[in-house]
C-alpha cells in the first residue's frame, strides 16, 4: 500500500532562529502531536475537542485538525481508496508536525484507518512526541450516532470503501492510551486523556490541580 512519493530536488533545510525549545517555554508546555483514531462515530472529534477545550482554560496553545475540516482544503483533492486515505494522512501529518515545533498542541481526530500509516506519523518524530489514543467503540455504537446516515449508506451498498463496512480498520497495537468512548462518560474520557500527558510530562501537573485551575 506504501506509495514511493517523488522527491524535492534543490532544497535545504533552513534552521529557525527561534526554536522549538525557546516556543516551548514561553507556552510553558511541550509541543505535541496527540492522535485520536477509531470508527466513524466513535467520539474522536468529540474528545479532542473537549480535551482542548480543557487544556484552553488552563493556558495552553492548542488547535484541533478534524478530519472532515481538512477535506475542506488542504485534502479537498483526496477520496477515500487506500491510496488517498495514504496521502491523506501523509499530508496531516506533516501539518501537524509543524505545528508541534511551533510549540503546540495539536488533537488530530481522523479515522486514519491503517496502521502502517499511523506508525509513518509516529516514525517522523521523536520518542514521546506522537500520542496515539485509540476511541474504542463498538460499531453497533458508532451507528447509533451515525446522524450523516453513512453506515446505513454503507451497508446499502451505496458507499463504497467506507471504514468499518467495506473497508478494513486496523486497531492500534502499541497505542499510548485505549479509551472506551462508547462506554464512559466524556468527562471522564477527558481526565483520561489529560492524565496521559501529565504523565509524559507534556502539561504540568500544577497547572491542573484544583487550586491552580484558571478558567478563561
Known sequence: MTT??????NVVWHRATVTRARREAQNGHRGVIIWFTGLSGSGKSTLAHAVEDELHQRGCRTFVLDGDNVRHGLCGDLGFSAKD???NIRRIGEMATIFM??????????ISPYRADRERVRSIVECGDFIEIYCDTPIEICELRDVKGLYKKARAGQLAEFTGITSPYEVP????????????ELDVCVHQVVGKMMQYGII???NFSHESSKKV
Open 4 to 9: 514511493q512519493l517523488p522527491v524535492s530536488t
Open 173 to 184: 497495537k502499541n497505542c499510548e492510551l485505549t479509551v472506551q468512548t462508547g462506554l464512559a
Open 204 to 206: 504540568n501537573v500544577e
Open 85 to 87: 486515505r495514504q496521502e
Open 101 to 110: 515545533e511551533a510549540g503546540v498542541i495539536v488533537l488530530t481526530a481522523f
